[in-house]
C-alpha cells in the first residue's frame, strides 16, 4: 500500500515560520499569565469517555474521537453496544479535563488557585478558516472565587496578553446565563425548553434576528412567547443602560445581585484594563456549552466572523466529580486563530538576538571546519543565534531562503581563508 504524504483530515503541518511565531506567543502567554499569578499545569490528552459524555459540552461531545478498549478488554465479538467497547476519548476541551485535576488534587492546591493549562485538543469537526480536528487551547482558570474578581481577573489578563500582541479595537462581548434563563421565563417558555431555544439564539450572529424569529416559530414555539423574546432583543442596548433596562424589565425573573455583577464587572474592566478594546453587554451571547453557570464571555475581532476567544463561570462542574459545588470560572484564548491572524498580517517575531548565518565552502578541510564551529561557539556565548549550512551551488536562493528566516548577517567562508 502506498504510504500517504499528506496529514490526516482536520490534522497539518506547522512549518519553522509559523513554530518560530507559536513558540513566542506561547512564551508570551507564560509571561503574561505568570504576572497575574496563573500557574501551569498538565493533564492527559485521554480522558474517561464517561467525564467526556456528560452532556455538560454541548455540541462538542458529538464530535468526540473516542478510543477503543485495549487487550483483552476489547470484545468485538460479544459487544452489544458502543459502551462494550469504547472506555476513553481524547478530550475536545480543558475544562473537562481541569475539573477532574482539581477534584483529584485539591487537597495539594491553593485555595483560591489560578490554573494555567496550554495543550492540543481535538474534535471530529469539520475543517474550516481557524478550525482544525487537532487545535492548540490555552486556558487560564480561578478555581474556588466565588466574586467576580475572578470575571475581572480573567478579562483583565486576557486583554492583557492580546495588547502585548498588538491586537487593537476588538470586542470582549458578555452575558450572563442567569439573564438567559430570566428572559426564556419571563417570555413564557417553560423550563424544559430552555437549552433549545438558547440552541437557537446562539445562531444569532449567522442567521440575523429575523432568522431566529423564523425558527423559533417553526420550532414550534408559542408566537407570543417568541414575539416577547424579539422584542427584547431589538429594544436592548449593549452596555451598561442595557443591563438595567433588562433588570427592570424582568423584575423577578431574575436573581437578585446578576445585573449588578454585570454592571460592576463591565465598569471594572473597562476603569482598569491596560489594552485597546471595548466591553459590550450581549443579551444573545450563549456558549454551547451545558456547563456554563453565570457569566460567558467572547472575544470578537474585525475581520473575522467566529470568536477568537471564550469563557465564563462553571460553578456546577467540579462538583460532579466530588458531589460539593466548587466555584470555577475559566476564559480560553483561540490559540490557533490568534496565530493564523498574526501569520496573515505579516507579523514577526521580535528578537533580541542577531541571527547569523555562515556558508562553508563544501571543499573547506575538516581543520578549517573546525575554526569555523569556534567562531560560531564564540559568536553564541556573545548572545547570537549562529546556523551553519555547506554553501550550494545556487548560493543567491541559499541566501534569499536564509534572509527570509530572519538571518541579517550572511557569513562566507570558503576553504582556505576566512
Known amino acids: 500500500m502506498e504510504l500517504k504524504k499528506k496529514p490526516v483530515t482536520g490534522m497539518r503541518d506547522i512549518l519553522p515560520r509559523e513554530m518560530e511565531i507559536r513558540d513566542y506567543v506561547i512564551g508570551l502567554i507564560k509571561e503574561t499569565y505568570g504576572a497575574f499569578g496563573f500557574s501551569s499545569i498538565e493533564t492527559p490528552c485521554v480522558e474517561h469517555i464517561a467525564n467526556l459524555s456528560n452532556k455538560q459540552g454541548g455540541e462538542n461531545e458529538k464530535l468526540i474521537f473516542k478510543i477503543l478498549k485495549r487487550g483483552e478488554k476489547l470484545k468485538l465479538d460479544t459487544a452489544a453496544c458502543e459502551a462494550d467497547l469504547v472506555d476513553s476519548g481524547l478530550r475536545y476541551d480543558l475544562t473537562v479535563p481541569l475539573s477532574r485535576y482539581y477534584a483529584n488534587n485539591s487537597n495539594e492546591l491553593g485555595a483560591p488557585f489560578k490554573a494555567l493549562q496550554m495543550g492540543n485538543s481535538w474534535r471530529a469537526d469539520r475543517p474550516q478558516r481557524g478550525r482544525f480536528r487537532q487545535f492548540m487551547q490555552c486556558d487560564i482558570d480561578i478555581l474556588g472565587e466565588p466574586s467576580i474578581l475572578a470575571e475581572i481577573e480573567l478579562i483583565l489578563a486576557t486583554t492583557t496578553l492580546l495588547g502585548r500582541l498588538d491586537f487593537k479595537n476588538f470586542t470582549i462581548r458578555i452575558n450572563n446565563r442567569r439573564i438567559l434563563k430570566a428572559m426564556a421565563a419571563y417570555c413564557g417558555f417553560e423550563a424544559d425548553e430552555y437549552d433549545n431555544v438558547f440552541v437557537i439564539l446562539d445562531k444569532m450572529d449567522k442567521i440575523g434576528m429575523d432568522g431566529v424569529e423564523a425558527e423559533l416559530l417553526e ?67 450563549v456558549r454551547g456549552m451545558g456547563y456554563y453557570t453565570g457569566p460567558i464571555f467572547e472575544i470578537s475581532m474585525d475581520g473575522f466572523s467566529g470568536s477568537v476567544g471564550g469563557g465564563g463561570r462553571y460553578d456546577e462542574m467540579i462538583g460532579k466529580f466530588t458531589g460539593n459545588d466548587t466555584c470555577a ?65 545556487n548560493k543567491k536562493f541559499q541566501k534569499e531562503q536564509l534572509a527570509k528566516d530572519g538571518y541579517t548577517d550572511i557569513k562566507e567562508f570558503f576553504a582556505d581563508s576566512f
Do not use: H, W
Not at 490559540?335 to 547569523?356: N, Q, T, Y
Open 219 to 285: 420550532t414550534g414555539y408559542g408566537a407570543e412567547e417568541v414575539r416577547k423574546c424579539m422584542e427584547l432583543f431589538r429594544t436592548v442596548t449593549n452596555d451598561i443602560a442595557g443591563v438595567r433596562y433588562i433588570k427592570e424589565v424582568l423584575g423577578s425573573c431574575l436573581e437578585e445581585g446578576t445585573a449588578e455583577d454585570m454592571e460592576a464587572i463591565i465598569s471594572t474592566v473597562e476603569q482598569v484594563k491596560t489594552a485597546d478594546f471595548r466591553v459590550v453587554f450581549d443579551p444573545t451571547l
Open 329 to 393: 470560572c475559566g476564559f480560553s484564548i483561540g490559540f490557533e486563530r490568534i496565530v493564523m491572524l498574526l501569520l496573515e498580517r505579516g507579523f514577526e517575531v521580535p528578537s533580541a538576538a542577531k541571527k547569523i548565518a555562515y556558508l562553508i565552502d563544501k571543499k573547506a578541510s575538516p581543520e578549517r571546519m573546525r575554526q569555523v564551529l569556534q567562531q560560531a561557539n564564540e559568536e553564541r556565548a556573545a548572545g547570537y543565534r549562529v546556523n551553519i549550512s555547506i554553501m550550494k551551488k
